[in-house]
């Protein structure tokens, strides 16, 4: 039997219709309580960069003897990891993303960037300053900080971020390396910690 399109619309319309409460039978009675913890990033607000100022000049004074140059600070809203120190700009970045994730660990992140710049490794130097000062070594992670990458690479020298889906092997940043300079300053980091 040839089903007009008018049928086949009515029919469609008659489906639809005994499709939806089939729907809502099956949803539970008892709503089951979401354990997802609400998406703060728009709630939490982050100290003024002042702040991280007067952080920076007390932890100087406390941890270094005052013997530390003030180094520029500002918030990266872009940057996925804790936090980043630049020794060519002499700056320390301040990842507004993680911190929105772990609002207490602001001044361990200004702590950990601060030792970069008598230390630029994460070697047992900068190990035994970390654990005199009560700085962490690696920071936390969180899906909401992985992009969609695998990898996260940073150039120590610069900051620039490189993500990637596979692992890289003696890599170097494009952008320092334009000379056809080499230097182990512009090799590529993994991003599995602090700053890296
Ligand atoms: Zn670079
Ligand atoms: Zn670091």
């Excluded at 702590?111 to 230390?119: D, R």
């Excluded at 969180?142 to 889906?165: D, F, T, V």
Aim: aromatic share 10%; glycine share 4%; net charge positive.
């Amino acid at each position: 039997m040839a089903i007009s399109k008018k049928q086949m619309k009515t029919l469609a319309e008659v489906n639809f219709d005994l499709f939806q409460p089939v729907m809502v039978q099956t949803r539970p009675i008892m709503p089951i309580r979401e354990e997802t913890p609400p998406d703060q990033s728009n709630i939490i607000s982050l100290p003024p960069v002042s702040w991280l100022y007067r952080m920076f000049d007390e932890f100087n004074q406390q941890f270094f003897e005052g013997r530390l140059p003030r180094a520029k600070i500002s918030y990266s809203d872009r940057m996925l990891i804790a936090g980043s120190f630049t020794p060519v700009k002499n700056e320390i970045k301040i990842g507004r993303k993680y911190h929105r994730i772990f609002p207490d660990e602001i001044a361990d992140t200004l702590k950990h960037e601060m030792i970069h710049i008598i230390n630029p490794n994460h070697d047992s130097r900068f190990k035994s300053i970390a654990a005199r000062i009560g700085a962490s070594v690696r920071a936390r992670s969180h899906p909401s900080l992985r992009g969609n990458y695998k990898y996260l690479y940073i150039c120590p020298h610069c900051g620039r971020e490189y993500p990637r889906q596979k692992r890289l092997r003696m890599a170097y940043c494009g952008i320092c390396t334009k000379n056809g300079q080499y230097d182990a300053r512009f090799k590529l980091r993994l991003s599995n910690s602090k700053e890296d």
